[in-house]
């Protein structure tokens, strides 16, 4: 479970979260939507402990206070994030970065066969050409294929709570419903917690069941369920938020 | 932290080298001549001198790995209807200087620089005095210079992009960036449960050995160790 509370981050001296509290379960999903510049990607790296934000107030994942760990510790506990632009390194691959973040989980050497059987699998499963595996990390990669990259991490990891940051940003219809289909099957497999932040509805046809919350100047005016978003994708955030009140389904 | 090379070549006089691909060092300065389509993985621990010469219509792929103990000087002429491409992947140790000149001095060349380096240690410093001329006369060559350290902690680098152009009818260009690690990079790999020292050592890996393409990488121990 990861409870935030009372968050206030800021950059500088601009403060981006202002008083931000969520709870998400295990096993839920909880989507984060809102007008641009609200602070929605804040909240995504915030939970990362980004150096470049000061936080204060608390962030807990099963108990343990994030705002006290470095990133590599918080993505060893098993929280992944999914960015809205993914980073390129070139020369890195995908295969050195997979095996090395699971050597470092694990705290031993990885069984080779193991993890090249499991590569191939994954890719069967999200569609993804076993070439990419020795590709470096999302270099000259169209946009679509930086997030069916970024899955190949993800199902390889298995994080048990997931971020994700806008994925259907840059997403042509194709690639969202691979993408979608994606998530969906892993949530099935592994019942992760997962938080998706997104400006539209497209995304959520891929879940069944989500709590949603709308985020306005820097802390959530709205919480509701699935109606909340269709809401949102007819009428606009101004309808909905502009007045709106907390815990108002 | 440290580089090596395996079944290298040992050249230890004037040599020209043909079509083919080799791996060599040396022990004294050396002149070497380029003929046909070459590439050439080069190791040197000693910071010898050395002169490459390519011949008419040479190409020639260079992969100059450096471990930097002593100030030293590369030297490269280009003549008429050579391609060279040349990278320079080199590991400063101690407080040196490394001089790249490039003399083209035919016609219909076309050469490019790429330069990547780091200190071993907050200790070292490298100046790098980079330069390619152009001779008078000439024609249709082009040049670029693509020169990038990585700074690691407080260690010092100074890198010197020179063209010296006597000809009317160039392309010259050249880029120079000296910086650290790059943020969003190192906040991507640590977000995968990836330490500080692993997500730096890959990085400094890829800064390093990007260029080099994967069937030199086996001759090649890749291992930078102990980077702190």
């Known amino acids: 479970m990861l409870e935030i509370k009372d968050l206030t981050v800021k950059v500088d001296d601009k403060i981006i979260l202002n008083n931000f509290n969520i709870t998400i379960n295990d096993g839920e999903i909880h989507v984060l939507m809102g007008p641009n510049g609200t602070g929605k990607s804040t909240i995504c790296k915030a939970i990362f402990n980004h150096p470049d934000y000061i936080i204060e107030g608390s962030i807990k994942y099963n108990g343990t206070e994030l705002t006290k760990l470095d990133v590599a510790s918080i993505g060893k506990l098993g929280l992944f994030l999914l960015a809205q632009n993914p980073v390129e390194i070139p020369g890195i691959t995908n295969a050195e970065l997979i095996r090395s973040a699971l050597s470092e989980k694990e705290n031993k050497p990885i069984d080779i066969f193991k993890f090249n059987k ?20 999302n270099f000259n990669m169209s946009g679509g294929e930086k997030k069916k990259n970024e899955l190949l991490s993800l199902f390889m990891l298995e994080p048990k709570f997931i971020i994700l940051d806008e994925i259907d940003s840059g997403l042509d219809i194709d690639a969202l419903k691979e993408v979608g289909n994606a998530l969906n099957k892993y949530y099935e497999m592994e019942h992760p917690s997962i938080l998706i932040v997104t400006h539209h509805q497209a995304i959520l046809e891929y879940f069944k069941d989500y709590q949603v919350s709308i985020l306005q100047d820097g802390h959530i005016t709205k919480s509701g369920t699935s109606d909340l978003a269709k809401e949102i994708e007819k009428h606009g955030f101004k309808a909905n938020v502009i007045n709106g009140s907390k815990n108002d389904e | 932290m440290g580089l090596k090379m395996m079944n290298k070549l040992l050249l230890v ?20 001549n380029i003929k046909d389509d070459v590439t050439l993985a080069h190791y040197e621990e000693e910071g010898n001198n050395i002169n490459i010469n ?13 471990e930097i103990k002593k100030s030293s000087t590369i030297t490269i002429t280009t003549n008429n209807s050579n391609l060279l491409k040349a990278h320079f992947l080199l590991l400063n140790k101690g407080d040196n200087t490394l001089e790249i000149k490039l ?24 100046n790098v005095l980079c330069t390619g001329k152009i001779a008078a006369s000439t024609i249709d060559n082009t040049l670029l210079e693509d020169l990038k350290g990585l700074l690691l902690n407080n260690s010092s680098i100074k890198i010197s992009p020179n063209i010296e152009v006597d000809t009317n009818e160039v392309m010259a260009n050249h880029l120079v960036t000296i910086g650290s690690f790059n943020t969003q990079e190192l906040f991507y790999l640590k977000s995968k449960g990836l330490s500080e020292k692993e997500a730096k050592n890959m990085l400094l890996k890829a800064f390093l050995f990007n260029a080099l393409p994967k069937e030199l990488e086996e001759k090649i121990n890749l291992e930078v160790i102990n980077f702190e």
């Open chain 1, 118 to 137: 499991k590569l191939n699998e994954v890719c069967e499963i999200i569609n993804l050409p076993k070439s990419f595996v020795h590709r470096d990390i």
């Open chain 2, 13 to 32: 006089e004037n040599t020209t080298l043909t079509s083919g691909t080799y791996f060599i060092s040396y022990k004294e300065a050396l002149n070497l």
């Open chain 2, 103 to 126: 003399n083209m001095l035919g016609n219909s060349s076309e050469a490019s620089l790429n330069l990547r380096v780091i200190n071993e240690n907050n200790s070292s410093s490298i």
């Open chain 2, 54 to 66: 390519l011949l008419n219509n040479a190409h020639l792929n260079l992969y100059y790995v450096y």
